[in-house]
Structure formats: structure tokens, C-alpha cells
């Protein structure tokens, strides 16, 4: 259930090598323009990828469009959405890392034990960048920015896996 909180912050906030500054700044803002989309970006997971949906018990089989007008739906993808938010703040502070590690362990340790494969941490990755291009003013240094962020949180995940 974790999954995606979990899975969006490491994506962005968890990284082995440190963006540059005007990365960390080109991801921080780009993600404040869409942070309080909670379930507009959760619901545009599981639209793009109906089996990441089936992952979470209760949201399993349910009318997306129905649940996006649920407070359980709210919530959790609050959860999710404030995960990532947390890691977007740590970006491009090298004394951060060991906070990014820790939330990255303790990703890998919870969806590890539940059986998620990389290849749908890959899938959410892909979701969350669609998103982000529908929904901010994406150009090549804010893709350049993303990109090098979510390759080393999904670096240090899958290396945990």
C-alpha cells in the first residue's frame, strides 16, 4: 500500500549522487506546481496501470472514478504524494543522504516482503512522468533534472531489492 508513497519519494528524493543545484531546484519546483494533485496523481497510476491498482488490497477490482471521490483513496494517496514530497526535499544536499538511504531501505524492506518486482516500481516511474509532463512546464532541462534524480532513487531501490 506504501508502494507508491513510497516509490515517488525515492524516485525523486533518495539519490546517490547529489543533483545540482539548479537540478535539485528544477525538481523542487516543478513538484510544487502539482504536490496537492494527491489523487489525481494516484488515480493516474492506476489508469495507466490497472495492475498496480490490484496490488493494493483495497482499492483492488473498484471504479477508479469512484474512488477518487473516496476519503480512503485521499488518504493513502496523500500518504504516497507526501512520501515523495519528503524525498523532493532532500534533493541536492549531500549531508541528506543518509536520510535518502534510510527511506529508500525502508521502501526496498516493505515492498520486498510483499513481492514488488522492479518492473512495476519502473511502471510507477513511468505514471509519475507522464503526469509530470501533462501537468508542468516540461522542457528538456526539467526532464534532464527528473531523469537524473529518479535514476539514482530507483538505483539505490533496486539495489535493495
Known amino acids: 500500500m506504501k508502494f507508491f508513497a513510497v516509490l515517488a519519494l ?3 528524493g533518495a539519490i546517490a549522487a547529489p543533483l545540482s543545484a539548479d537540478q535539485a531546484a528544477t525538481v523542487q519546483s516543478t513538484w510544487a506546481s502539482v504536490r496537492f494533485n494527491e489523487v489525481d496523481i494516484l488515480a493516474a497510476v492506476f ?3 490497472p495492475d498496480i491498482q490490484a496490488r493494493f488490497p ?3 477490482g473498484k471504479d477508479l472514478a469512484s474512488l477518487k471521490d473516496s476519503a480512503a483513496f485521499a488518504t493513502h494517496a496523500g500518504r504516497i504524494v507526501g512520501f515523495i514530497s519528503e524525498l523532493i526535499a532532500l534533493v541536492g544536499n549531500e549531508s541528506n ?3 535518502v538511504n534510510t527511506l529508500i531501505g525502508q521502501l526496498a ?3 520486498k ?3 514488488i518486482a522492479p518492473a512495476q516500481f519502473n511502471e510507477f516511474r513511468t505514471a509519475l512522468v507522464a503526469y509530470l509532463q501533462a501537468n508542468v512546464a516540461w522542457n528538456a532541462a526539467v526532464e534532464s533534472a527528473w531523469t ?3 535514476d539514482n532513487i530507483f538505483g539505490l531501490l533496486f539495489a535493495q531489492l
Open 10 to 12: 525515492c524516485v525523486v
Open 148 to 150: 537524473a534524480g529518479l
Open 97 to 99: 543522504a543518509p536520510a
Open 47 to 49: 489508469a495507466a496501470y
Open 58 to 60: 483495497q482499492f483492488a
Open 109 to 111: 524492506a516493505s515492498h
Open 113 to 115: 516482503g510483499r513481492g
